[in-house]
């Protein structure tokens, strides 16, 4: 594997697993905090050891978000101060790759998409906006099942942990959160660097699974990896319709190397001069 190719592999990586990282530092910190959690539970009132369907269990309930902000808080600013390092990675990582095909880049020039999409996140993933759409919700009707069902505290607590350690909601929010928005920073400097620098087309990298759309199948296999410009103009009317794109997702040659295939695509298009190698290897297609 060659420079190029290792750097294109590298982003691709760091990108794809980014989800994974942000979902599984989410969901260790409840079950690090547990001893909290139990303490929570504590404060209930109880009757021969089962929950009572209470006032003051009641209203135990609605102050539940107050409480997980006070537990998460500083654990969480640690692994969002982790993960908003992703993006300077991703523009070191741009940097050397820009550098193997012997373009001069600065990070100035590529700051602009940076800032952008640094504010969006800070946004979608503060705290207060965690605790709301992704972890309440679950816990707080969990907790209310067993305080209406009178159930035990053991049980109570049980099943609690159970369910943090594995709750889909957490899962699939902070991971479409964390994987789109680096893809699509990662997708906005190769838009900024195209306007500044003559190149032939766009790495496509990533892994095909069994949910890969059809389109990012045909880029990573049919096209060898590669797309070059003529390419994806012949693509786009054939893929720009397919299951991926849907609000604010349209396929263009310009929005290309943000949508890729579409919402949560996990491949990575970088813009690049196409190496004489894979020159060779599309003219034997």
């Known amino acids: 594997m060659s420079k190029l190719e290792d750097l294109i592999a590298k982003k691709t990586d760091l990108i794809s697993q980014s989800d994974d990282d942000f979902f599984k530092s989410i969901q260790d910190l409840l ?3 547990k001893g909290k959690l139990k303490e929570y539970l504590d404060q209930f009132e109880y009757k021969n050891g089962k929950l009572v369907n209470s006032e ?3 209203k135990k309930l609605i102050g539940l978000r107050k409480e997980l902000l006070k537990i998460l ?3 969480y600013n640690i692994n969002f101060t982790a993960y908003i390092k992703k993006f300077d990675d991703i523009s070191e990582l741009n940097l050397g790759i820009q550098s193997a095909m012997g373009v001069t880049v600065s990070n100035l020039e590529i700051g602009f998409a940076k800032k952008i999409m640094t504010d969006l996140v800070a946004d979608q993933l503060a705290l207060d906006k965690a605790v709301d759409m992704a972890i309440r919700p679950g816990i707080q009707q969990l907790l209310f099942k067993n305080v209406i069902g009178q159930a035990n505290r053991k049980d109570t607590l049980e099943a609690l942990t159970s369910f943090i350690s594995k709750d889909q909601g957490v899962a699939q ?3 479409v959160i964390a994987r789109n928005t680096l893809g699509m920073y990662d997708g906005m ?5 195209s306007t500044q620098y003559e190149y032939d087309g766009y790495f496509y990298t990533g892994s095909i699974i ?3 759309r059809i389109q990012c199948v045909h880029w990573v296999n049919d096209r060898k990896g590669f797309i070059t410009f003529e390419e994806l103009r012949e693509d786009i009317p054939k893929y720009k319709n397919q299951s991926g794109y849907g609000s604010g997702m349209e396929l263009t040659m310009e929005s290309f190397p943000v949508v890729r295939g579409g919402h949560n695509c996990r491949h990575t298009a970088t813009i690049a001069s196409m190496p004489s190698y894979l020159k060779a290897k599309k003219q034997k297609q």
């Open 31 to 33: 079950p690090d905090n």
């Open 56 to 58: 003051f269990n009641r």
């Open 73 to 75: 808080e500083s654990d």
């Open 173 to 175: 929010w902070s991971k």
């Open 189 to 193: 400097v190769q838009q900024q660097l």
């Open 210 to 212: 069994e949910t890969s």
